[in-house]
C-alpha cells in the first residue's frame, strides 16, 4: 500500500472552505484514493472515492491531479459539526490501513 | 451501504480474563477488519477475517491473544484474552463494500477498559 502524508491538523472557521492535501507519491496504478471522516466515539465514515480528476458528492470534493501523486479533499462552507479527523487512504483490493490523519478544527 | 452492529459499546473488565465482541452485518460480505484505536491514535488493523479460512493477522498480532472466528458471511467475533491494561482501547470491525475495497463501513466500535 502507498504510504500517505497529510497535515497533523488544520484550524477554519465556519463557513470557509476548508482543503485537505495528501501526498502519495508512491501511488501504484490500480489504486484508488478514498478518504474517511471520524468524529468522536465514532467509527470512520466513507466521505469520498476517485482515481483521476474530480469528484463531487453531497458531502466534499476530490481533486486529484495528472500524475495522482497527491489529491485534495474540499469541504465546502464547513461548520462546527465538521470537526473532526479526516484520514487519506490509497489502495484498491488489499487491506485498508489508515495513517494518522489530519484533526480539523473549525472555530465559530 | 451495510449497516454494522458492534457489541458491546463498551466494557470494563478485570485483567487476566477476556472479552469477546460481536460485529453483525446487515448482508452478506466476504472480507471484515478488526482495528484497534488507542486514544488519540489513528486505527491500527489487527487482522482480516474471511469467511471459512483462518483470518490474517497483522504484524504484532497474534492469534492467541486475539482469536477471531467467521462462522458465516454476516457475522464475526474478536476475543482479546488474558487482558491487561495495555489492551485498554477501543475495537472496530469494519466491511468494505462496493467494487474497490477501500471503501467500508464501520461499526460503532467497543471501548474496552482493563482495571
Known amino acids: 500500500l502507498a504510504k500517505t502524508t497529510q497535515p497533523i491538523s488544520m484550524d477554519s472557521y465556519e463557513g470557509q472552505e476548508v482543503n485537505i492535501t495528501c501526498s502519495h507519491n508512491n501511488i501504484a496504478t490500480n489504486d484508488y484514493i478514498t478518504w474517511y471522516q471520524q468524529f468522536p466515539s465514532q467509527g470512520p465514515r466513507f466521505i469520498i472515492q476517485g482515481y483521476k480528476t474530480k469528484v463531487t458528492n453531497e458531502v466534499a470534493s476530490l481533486f486529484i491531479p495528472a500524475d495522482r501523486k497527491s489529491s485534495t479533499l474540499s469541504l465546502p462552507r464547513v461548520s462546527l459539526s465538521d470537526t473532526a479527523v479526516y484520514y487519506c487512504l490509497v489502495g484498491r483490493d488489499d487491506k485498508i490501513i489508515f495513517g494518522k490523519g489530519t484533526r480539523l478544527h473549525i472555530l465559530p | 451501504s451495510a449497516v454494522i452492529s458492534q457489541k458491546p459499546s463498551r466494557d470494563i473488565c478485570q485483567r487476566g480474563t477476556s472479552l469477546t465482541i460481536q460485529c453483525q452485518v446487515d448482508s452478506q460480505v466476504t472480507m471484515m477488519f478488526w482495528y484497534r484505536q488507542q486514544p488519540g491514535q489513528s486505527l491500527t488493523l489487527i487482522a482480516t477475517?474471511?469467511?471459512?479460512?483462518?483470518?490474517?493477522?497483522e504484524s504484532g498480532f497474534v492469534i492467541d491473544k486475539f482469536p477471531i472466528s467467521r462462522p458465516n458471511l454476516t457475522f464475526s467475533t474478536l476475543t482479546v484474552s488474558n487482558l491487561s491494561p495495555e489492551d485498554s482501547s477501543i475495537y472496530l470491525c469494519s466491511s468494505p463494500e462496493g467494487t474497490v475495497n477501500t471503501e467500508a463501513f464501520f461499526g460503532q466500535g467497543t471501548r474496552l477498559t482493563v482495571v
Open positions: 477475517a474471511n469467511q471459512g479460512s483462518e483470518a490474517t493477522y
